[in-house]
């Protein structure tokens, strides 16, 4: 009961919230190029789905490629990190100076390096690049989180680096790097819609693409259905992860 | 009688906090039980660390006559990785010491069944209760066979039923392979059960306040609680600890 009830409490605001909107629309006659009704929307929406949906499919594929690879160089360099203090010192600077600055102030120099013809590497870099820190951060802190008294028994034991690594770092930062994993698919996606919106009407297909295309065209109801594809993706994204995440722990745990 | 470590005129100071231990001097020898005992702070744990040569003395000598893999530490808790079985936590420092992993495996399921937890090789960590994760623990330092079994505080967190028990394991198994074991605790009923000779240090920085001898047969009879020669033990070691909580630096 309670939990039927808490499932229904975020949809029973959404309905009001939206009889709001529609009851607002038609007091008002406010036009409709403005502020569209719900109800349009949602027909936009459903007239607008076979191309909204491979749409977000194209924005979704090109994070979660992004993610990867920025996965695969945040654990490298994190790994690097890991075994020497120098290179650490030598890295954190401009790892931080990349983390800081938009995405979208370093767009255009990145399209002008993927070419005219590849705005999609472009937008794939831009989304590595947001994406990239949370994971490398979160994977330094996790190679680092190790028991201390572990660590002593890997000395006692002689272990070597690689070993220390292999054997007992990487395992003991796992938690750490699903954490990061979580937090860097939901900035990947961020990212890519972002970078399309730089990359502008430039063949990348996107929902951010939609969501130009409708704008110039002054169909607010089919931007906002855009808008709401990618609120549900990400909203989709970022649950499907959780469970991952924790089902992963459970397992990391083992219980 | 030949030395298995020994502390040399060793001082310790920590960067910042000025000194931990010492000056101090402290011969273990060969398939002898020590029990270090002193308040909180006062070192006994750095004493542990540099005989197992964990850590660097800053002034004096540390000897050490048991070679890489011939020492085992056990800490206060039981410091199993918890991504790991019981099996592969005990099966790795036969592992990380180059033994292929299929002996490895079966000499840990072995050390598992002498501290008394056979069949829990598979088990996680999380999965066992405190008293078994410490068992674990045990089995894991003394899959190597080792020469020097170092102790610290490995029963603090237990309750006393569980102490007790795993304090007459941990004589039993000894009495199989006689290593040289350096128990640290802060009880002192415990080092007088557990050990033939009691050091007491003094508060911080730790110096030796004195040592007593408990003449009485290893490992412990039943009821050996009872015996004149224990209580009169322990309360040599209250007196000690109680002189050397005075003392100041």
Redesign the interface.
Known sequence: MNRLTDALAPLGLILLLLGAWELACRMTGVPAYFLPPPSQVAVAAVEGLPVLVPAAWNTLSVALVALALAAACALALAILVGLSPLIERAVRPLASALQVTPVVAVAPLILIWAGIDHPERAVIALAVLVAFFPIFSGAVTGLRSA?P??E????????GRL?RVL??RL??A?PFLMEGLKVGAGLAIIGAVVAEFAAGSGGVRGLAWQILDAGNKLQTDRMIAALVVLAVMGVAVHAGLERLERAGLRW???? | MSIAAALEDVEVDYRGRGRALGPISLTVAEGEIIALVGPSGCGKSTALRLLAGLEPASRGQVRRAAGRGETSVVFQAPTLAPWMSAGANVALPLELAGTPKAEARSQAAEALARVGLAGTEGSRPAQLSGGMAMRASLARALVTRPRLLMLDEPFAALDEITRRTLADDVLALWSQTRPAIVFVTHNVEEAAYMAERIVVLTRGPGRIAGEVRVEAPLPRPPGFRTWPVFTEAAETISALLARGAEAGP
């Open positions: 028991d008294d572990l002593r028994l890997f000395d006692l034991y002689g272990a070993q054997r007992l395992p003991a796992v990391w745990r083992g219980r």
